[in-house]
């Protein structure tokens, strides 16, 4: 079965740290992987979207890697905020990008002011 | 731009009570999904639409039905709620098969009594 984790499930930080959230995957032929941020009773913005053929994408203070032989990515957050405190969701695609999304279960990051 | 909207935010539903959430994407995507999420579950696909004039179940469809009115519009009935049922719902569209993001409603909360 195709599945996505996602470990640590919640974690706390002081504010300024540099930080790393990890994903794993079972079955490395992934399509694509994409990241997503939701804050408490909202929907999911997405963040940062790596294609198979990519090894990172970077948006500001996040940078996403991705290891399909190891069946891993990691989100990193450079100099964290406040206002980085939600949770974050890995998903990926399989199967030529014809099945939909499988998503981990999050984690959810508080960064302590 | 809109995006995905989905209709309603809140719903309270009393037991045997038939409802239908709606949504409507306009970034002319082929295809729509609709998950729900719950404490410790993560985000759990119910149903699922390829392309316009097909459907398709996901993990959890039992207690469900959708509807593609048509390439806008993707909607998901409750036909007898029941207290499982209470939980968010999100509705989400992408190019299933292209290489960008699924963008994601700001999801209905529904509560069953």
């Known amino acids: 079965k195709q599945e996505v984790t996602q470990i640590p499930a919640a974690l706390s930080v002081p504010e300024g740290e540099n930080l790393v959230l990890n994903c794993s995957f079972t079955d490395s032929a992934i399509y694509n992987l994409q990241w997503f941020r939701q804050d408490p009773g909202k929907g999911l913005t997405s963040l940062l979207l790596?294609?198979?053929?990519?090894r990172e994408q970077t948006s500001g203070r996040l940078n996403a890697s991705l290891d399909k032989s190891s069946g891993r990515s990691t989100l990193y957050i450079a100099a964290s905020q406040p206002g980085d405190s939600a949770t974050y969701l890995c998903?990926?695609?399989?199967?030529?990008?014809?099945?939909?999304?499988?998503f981990g279960k999050g984690t959810r990051l508080s960064v302590i002011a | 731009n809109a995006g995905v909207t989905q209709t309603p935010k809140f719903q309270v539903l009393k037991t045997g009570q038939s409802m239908t959430l709606q949504c409507a994407q306009d970034?002319?995507?082929?295809?729509m999904y609709w998950y729900r999420q719950d404490p410790g579950m993560g985000l759990r696909l119910i149903y699922y639409?390829?392309?316009?004039?097909?459907?398709d179940k996901g993990e959890v469809p039992n207690g469900y039905n959708v509807s593609r009115l048509n390439k806008r519009e993707f909607s998901l009935r409750l036909e007898s709620a029941a207290p499982s049922q209470t939980s968010v719902y999100f509705c989400?569209?992408?190019?299933?098969?292209?290489?960008?993001?699924?963008?994601f409603g700001q999801g209905t909360r529904l509560t069953v009594v």
């Open positions: 989400a569209s992408s190019e299933m098969g292209g290489n960008t993001e699924a963008f």
């Open positions: 998903a990926v695609l399989w199967n030529s990008g014809n099945t939909p999304l499988v």
């Open positions: 639409s390829a392309s316009e004039g097909t459907t």
């Open positions: 790596i294609q198979s053929s990519q």
């Open positions: 970034m002319n995507h082929n295809s």
